[in-house]
């Protein structure tokens, strides 16, 4: 009776076990597991998708498998970490696939996280401050390093008049022979 009873529970096991392959890495839960977190990918499996294959009795995704082993690991524990070995929009695209809120990620790795975010908001800044000198009249140029009264009077000191060319030589390394 015991090993009828046990080889029940065993079977009732095997038919709430779930295997995934991501990318090419096989992780295997339960079906309760990937339920606990509700309206995403995971907790609307059924064998209809195309990408269950009944052969290996198995879900297919070409997704990214290092950043899926925290995701899943989010359905285990209700913790999302970010995995520091990838960058911020590829974490970011890979949760909304699988149907999941950014801003759950833990308190420990939000930092780490959003870091890209300021990143691509710094860069943009100097995007837009960026000066094309090699198309800027000396006007221009006056004007951008606040000297625009000095030079409509001409009354540039030889250090105002120096500062502009200096830039350019350090910071556009082909506006002239000199910075190249």
């Known amino acids: 009776m015991y090993s009828q009873t046990f080889s029940r529970a065993g079977l009732a096991d095997v038919d709430n076990r779930v295997v995934l392959n991501v990318g090419g890495i096989r992780f295997e839960t339960y079906k309760t597991t990937l339920r606990k977190i509700p ?6 499996l059924t064998e209809a998708l195309a990408n269950y294959d009944p052969i290996l009795n198995e879900y297919f995704f070409d ?9 899943l690991n989010y359905y285990r524990t209700g913790k999302l970490h970010y995995p520091t070995n990838v960058c911020g929009p590829l974490f970011e695209e890979e949760l909304e696939f699988w149907g999941l ?24 800044i100097l995007d837009t401050l960026d000066m094309d000198a090699a198309n800027m009249t000396e006007e221009e140029l006056a004007k951008k390093f606040g000297y625009e009264e000095n030079f409509r009077t ?8 120096l500062k502009p060319k200096i830039w350019l030589l350090f910071d556009e390394p082909y506006s002239s022979n000199a910075a190249k």
């Open 101 to 124: 809120d950014a801003n759950q990620v833990e308190p420990c790795c939000w930092m780490t996280y959003t870091c890209h975010r300021e990143t691509q908001q710094t860069l943009a």
């Open 63 to 71: 997704r990214h498998p290092g950043v899926f082993a925290q995701i």
């Open 154 to 161: 001409g009354k540039l000191t030889t250090w105002q008049r």
């Open 39 to 44: 309206a995403t990918r995971l907790s609307r």
